[in-house]
């Protein structure tokens, strides 16, 4: 690969007249300005038949090799060896390189700013828990609910690649009334920049209307995902009734501590019973939900917890301190219920 590397810098001449990145080399990061559909390229190096939205506002990219023409990139978004090219006209125009300082690369649509080189390699590491516990807990309700922990929820609006082609083009022409796309992405993975921004906001980035982020709810870390489920394969192995293999697999994961007490829902406190969230079941398929006490904070453990699909349904979409303010006023506007709370407590 190292006549890649010369041929990127594109010569003499030319980099004393190209704009900065022209330069770029192997193992450097650049962040895009806008979210676009690209072909992945192929094993043998060409570009695949269909497009993906591989290039995403805000995520960097890791320069893979490149000619006078096209840079080859990675993107922290994609799966391990997904690669895709952009001509070099494109790169100059959408690319700015990235500050990498003691290991962390400037990347401003992050929370804090910031994101570790190192996380780039940790992305297998919650997925492989995850499958291999799905194999082993031999139900299909069950190994669902896991694989929900590396899903973020999507949104059934957002523009597809079509979608955005057409409206790129001109074939898709928007009414006064009208809106395409939203800017959370249908499915994409947890690290995929957090977003919170009104549709106006939306349609003046500069990939609209392909899709940019992700709901704060979902976002983390590999790092910080592998944590999680790790933590939350030990409330599962704590349920009532777990599968006793299941059991055994958990407790062999490092840093899984399982304890002997049954794991509660924090909203109800009562225990979660791992049979019925089986397939056998039937009608409780949402018995079991992945519960955030914040639903505005991101993916950790600290935030969410293993609780009942009806007690979720309860908070509703708020947070557990709004629930308390509306206790709260509703003492203020009805004394009468304070007697009967400090019963209730015990107070
Ligand atoms: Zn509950």
Excluded at 76 to 82: A, E, L, P, V
Excluded at 126 to 132: N, Q, R, T, V
Excluded at 266 to 280: F, I, M, P, S
Aim: aromatic residues 8%; proline residues 5%; charged residues 25%.
């Amino acid at each position: 690969m190292e006549h890649n590397n010369n041929a990127l810098g594109g010569g003499a001449a030319q980099s004393r007249t190209a704009a900065p990145g022209s330069t770029a080399s192997n193992g450097e990061f650049y962040i895009p300005d806008r979210t676009c559909p690209r072909r992945p390229l192929k094993t043998n190096g060409t570009p695949g038949k269909s497009f993906e939205y591989a290039q995403i506002e805000g995520v960097p990219c890791r320069v893979v090799s490149g000619d006078e023409a096209s840079v080859n990139l990675h993107s922290f978004i994609s799966d391990t060896n997904t690669v895709f090219q952009v001509s070099r006209e494109e790169f100059l125009e959408q690319f700015v390189q990235a500050e990498v300082v003691d290991g962390f690369i400037r990347a401003p649509k992050y929370p804090g700013g910031l994101l570790h080189v190192s996380e780039f390699e940790k992305r297998e590491e919650a997925s492989e828990l995850i499958h291999k516990a799905a194999k082993i807990i031999g139900d299909e309700s069950l190994e669902k609910k896991l694989k929900q922990l590396l899903q973020t929820q999507g949104s059934t609006h957002a523009a597809t690649v079509s979608d955005y082609f057409d409206f790129k083009s001109g074939a898709k022409v928007l009414k006064t009334t009208e809106n395409l796309g939203d800017s959370i992405f249908n499915r994409s993975k947890r690290w995929c920049p957090p977003v919170d921004i009104d549709h106006e906001t939306f349609k003046q980035t500069k990939g609209f209307p392909a899709p940019i982020g992700i709901r704060p709810k979902d976002f983390c870390m590999p790092s910080e995902l592998a944590q999680a489920v790790t933590a939350l394969l030990v409330q599962m192995a704590q349920f009532e009734n777990s599968p006793p293999a299941f059991v055994a697999f958990v407790s062999t994961i490092p840093g899984a501590v399982i304890s002997q007490e049954v794991h509660l829902c924090k909203w109800c406190g009562t225990l979660v019973d791992a049979r019925k969230c089986t397939a056998k079941y039937k009608s409780e398929t949402n018995y079991i939900e992945i519960c955030h006490r914040d639903p505005n904070k991101g993916f950790s453990i600290e935030n969410m917890y293993w609780g009942h699909g009806d007690c979720n349904r309860r908070q509703g979409g708020y947070t557990e301190l709004d629930r308390i303010d509306d206790v709260v006023s509703l003492i203020k506007m009805n004394p009468e219920y304070l007697e009967i709370l400090r019963r209730k407590l015990g107070l």
